[in-house]
C-alpha cells in the first residue's frame, strides 16, 4: 500500500497561484494512477486532475482546465497540481488520491481511489 501527504496549500489572492505537492511512501508511486479531488465546506467531493502511472496522459475537470496542471516524478514519489489563474470558487481542501488500476472512463470517479491523503487547504480570497 501507499501512503500520501499533501503540502503546498495556503491563503492567496484570487488571480494567484499555488502548487500542490502530494508525497508518497510506502509501495513506489509509479505503480499507481494518480488523482486531484477537493471539498468545499458542505459540497461533496469533486474531480479536480488525475494521471496515468506513467504520466502520458491527465484529464481535468472543465472548472479548472486551462488554469491547472498535473505532473508527476515518479523518482522523487510525488505528484503536483500547478494552479494558476485561482478564483474564489477553488476554495476547498484538496486531497490526493491513488489507484492501481483504473480505466480511462473512470478516473473523475473518487470511489475507484483507494488511497487518500489528509489534505490540504487552499482559500482563494477575492
Known amino acids: 500500500q501507499v501512503q500520501l501527504v499533501e503540502s503546498g496549500g495556503g491563503l492567496v489572492q484570487a488571480g494567484g497561484s499555488l502548487r500542490l505537492s502530494c508525497a508518497a511512501s510506502?509501495?513506489?508511486?509509479?505503480?499507481?494512477?494518480m488523482g486531484w479531488f477537493r471539498q468545499a465546506p458542505g459540497k461533496e467531493r469533486d474531480f479536480v486532475a488525475s494521471?496515468?502511472?506513467?504520466?502520458?496522459?491527465?484529464y481535468y475537470a472543465d472548472s479548472v482546465k486551462g488554469r491547472f496542471t498535473i505532473s508527476r516524478a515518479n523518482a522523487n514519489n510525488t505528484v503536483y497540481l500547478q494552479m494558476n489563474s485561482l478564483k474564489p470558487e477553488d476554495t476547498a481542501v484538496y486531497y490526493c488520491?491513488?489507484?492501481?488500476?483504473?480505466?480511462?472512463?473512470?478516473?473523475?470517479?473518487?470511489?475507484?481511489?483507494?488511497?487518500w491523503g489528509q489534505g490540504t487547504q487552499v482559500t482563494v480570497s477575492s
Open positions: 488520491a491513488a489507484t492501481i488500476s483504473v480505466t480511462s472512463s473512470r478516473y473523475s470517479d473518487p470511489g475507484v481511489y483507494k488511497y
Open positions: 494521471i496515468t502511472r506513467s504520466g502520458g496522459s491527465a
Open positions: 510506502g509501495r513506489a508511486l509509479s505503480s499507481y494512477a
